[in-house]
């Protein structure tokens, strides 16, 4: 069964930037737009970008506009997440998944995801 694998999570003080990466495993993204999202405990997963599989596309939720971008190197199949002036309200599991319908921003439209990775921000 196909993956994708988040990595780059870690503990930062606020203000500090921190890059995720995701690379599928045993799973094909070449084709496929692809999203981050992020949960915290007992709220649903909020998307918060999305990039076209040609990367000449991308969309962000409005939280993180401006602070967050979108990635990915088609040569090397990952995706990134480059997060800057992080703040303690950034604090979730961050996800990566595979859309299946090109560009959404709805959980139910990506079919594989990442197991997430823990992003920690201190104030």
């Known amino acids: 069964q196909g993956r994708l694998v988040e990595s780059g999570g870690g503990l930062v003080q606020t203000g500090d930037s921190l890059t995720l990466s995701c690379e599928p495993s045993?799973?094909?993204?070449?084709?496929?737009?692809m999203g981050w999202f992020r949960q915290g405990p007992g709220v649903n997963r909020q998307f918060l970008a999305g990039?076209?599989?040609?990367?000449?596309?991308?969309h962000y939720a409005e939280s993180v506009r401006g602070r967050f971008t979108i990635t990915r190197d088609i040569a090397k199949n990952t995706v990134y997440l480059t997060m800057n002036s992080l703040k303690p309200e950034d604090t979730d599991v961050y996800y990566c998944?595979?859309?299946?319908?090109?560009?959404?921003?709805?959980?139910?439209?990506?079919?594989?995801w990442g197991e997430g990775t823990q992003v920690t921000v201190s104030s």
């Open positions: 045993e799973l094909t993204i070449s084709g496929y737009g």
């Open positions: 990039i076209s599989w040609s990367a000449t596309t991308t």
């Open positions: 998944a595979r859309s299946r319908v090109g560009l959404g921003d709805e959980f139910y439209e990506y079919d594989y």
